[in-house]
């Protein structure tokens, strides 16, 4: 019970975990920000996903294989626009990853402007999205998580990858204590899966029951504080803010 609450404190307590300090908390918000994106380009752009590189990959054999509903063309532009996002994030960790701090603030500042853009596409655009809309829509929002993506893997939190969950899951079982493992870490682990539910379930609802444009409103305040607190506390110099 003792490493349960060790584990919830290091994860939700900013500051808890002196190798990774207020990163945490702050990589459960992002991981918030999936589920709300990835729920609102899943069902309101077609089939596509713009967190989910892994689901664009199947979805576009899907589409090659004539699957009625997959579009071979924004599965494509899901893709491409992810990894445009990343290598633009590769560009920011070359030259800020030696400080955690300010490069997750200048990552996190990117991001909140191209998921401001893509809320004014919008609510420019009608429901259901037209055609142009819906390409601009994922190219914009493929960047923003495709940067997101890689600033996480720079940060190298453990379980905190904020888009991935198959290997967190994963770890649950494989590393436990019950087969011989070092530990599962699962309170981390299922906060972290946790958050994505949340953002799902909140994406879905707003989705359904809202403008089309709340979904990205929502995602973008959840960024908007991470960047915020990013350019606070990247004036620490603790052990937390150097590359890990």
């Known amino acids: 019970m003792a490493s349960l609450l060790y584990d919830l404190r290091e994860t939700l307590i900013p500051g808890r975990d002196p190798r990774h300090g207020p990163l945490p908390p702050l990589l459960l918000i992002m991981t918030v920000v999936t589920g709300l ?20 990959v199947l979805f576009i054999g899907f589409a090659l294989a004539h699957v009625p509903g997959f579009s071979l063309t924004e599965s494509l532009l899901a893709l491409v626009s992810f990894v ?6 590769g ?35 009608s429901t259901p999205v037209a055609t142009g809309y819906r390409d601009s829509l994922v190219v914009v929002l493929g960047a923003a998580m495709g940067l997101q993506n890689a600033v996480a893997r720079r940060l190298a939190v453990p379980d905190l990858t904020t888009t991935v969950l198959t290997l967190t899951i994963t770890g649950i079982g494989a590393d436990s204590r019950f087969v011989g493992g070092a530990g599962s870490k699962a309170p981390r682990r299922l906060i972290s899966i946790a958050a994505m539910l949340v953002g799902a379930v909140l994406g879905a609802v707003l989705v359904l029951h809202t403008p089309l444009y709340w979904p990205l409103i929502a995602a973008l305040a959840c960024v908007s504080l991470v960047a915020a607190s990013c350019a606070v ?8 803010a150097h590359a890990a």
């Open 37 to 56: 994106v990835d729920s609102f380009s899943f069902l309101t752009l077609g089939h596509v996903f713009v967190a989910n590189a892994t689901g664009n």
């Open 84 to 89: 445009v996002g990343a290598t633009g994030s």
């Open 91 to 125: 560009f920011i960790g070359s030259r800020l990853g030696q400080h955690r701090g300010k490069m997750f603030a200048v990552a996190s500042s990117s991001q909140s402007g191209l998921l401001l853009v893509a809320v004014v596409l919008s609510l420019l655009s």
């Open 233 to 240: 506390s990247s004036r620490s110099s603790g052990e937390w």
